[in-house]
C-alpha cells in the first residue's frame, strides 16, 4: 500500500516539475523583463526609412535654404523614433550646435532614384534653429549635474611644507 502511493506521488512530481521550472516572464540580468519577439520583418516598406539613411540627411528651410544635417535620432522605449537631433554649422562636426526637433516635423524626401533620402524639409529656418535651446544627451546632463556639484564643494587647504636642505 505504501509503496503504491510512493509510486502515485513521484509520479505527480515529475509531471509538475518541468511546469514548475517554467518562468511566466524571462528576466535579463539586470532583472528586468524581456521582451517576446513576435515577428521577423522580411522588407522594408515604402513609408519606412532605415535609420542609416535618416543620419547624415541634408536638412533645408521651405525655402531650401541649408540647415544642417540629422546627426541622430531619439528613440523611446516602445521603438519610436521621437525627436531628430539636427547638427547646424560648425566645420567637420568641430562647434557645430544640435538641436532636437520632433520626427513628425520632419518632411522627408525620398531619393527617385534608390531607397535612399535625398533631403528633408522643415518649416522652421536656420534662424530659428539657431535661437532654439542646445539638445543635451542623458551624458551631458549627467556630466554638468556632477560639474555643478563640485563647483559648490569646499575647498580643504593643504598645509605646504619645505623639505630641510
Not at 516635423?105 to 533620402?117: A, H, T, W
Request: proline content about 5%; aromatic content about 4%; overall charge positive.
Amino acid at each position: 500500500m505504501f509503496t503504491r502511493h510512493a509510486l502515485v506521488a513521484t509520479v505527480a512530481l515529475c509531471a509538475l516539475v518541468p511546469a514548475l521550472a517554467q518562468d511566466s516572464t524571462s528576466l535579463s540580468p539586470g532583472g528586468a523583463a524581456l521582451r517576446a519577439t513576435g515577428a521577423y520583418p522580411i522588407r522594408q516598406d515604402v513609408g519606412q526609412w532605415l535609420g542609416s539613411n535618416l543620419i547624415g540627411a541634408r536638412v533645408v528651410s521651405a525655402s531650401q535654404e541649408k540647415i544642417g544635417r540629422i546627426a541622430n535620432l531619439v528613440v523611446n522605449d516602445d521603438g519610436a523614433v521621437e525627436a531628430a537631433v539636427i547638427s547646424i554649422g560648425g566645420v567637420f562636426g568641430l562647434g557645430a550646435k544640435e538641436v532636437a526637433v520632433t520626427y513628425k516635423s520632419l518632411n522627408i524626401v525620398r531619393d527617385k532614384s534608390s531607397d535612399g533620402i535625398d533631403h528633408i524639409v522643415l518649416a522652421a529656418t536656420r534662424n530659428d534653429l539657431r535661437q532654439a535651446a542646445d539638445f543635451k544627451t542623458l551624458r551631458e546632463q549627467k556630466a554638468e549635474k556632477i560639474a555643478h556639484r563640485s563647483e559648490g564643494a569646499p575647498v580643504t587647504p593643504v598645509k605646504m611644507t619645505t623639505p630641510p636642505p
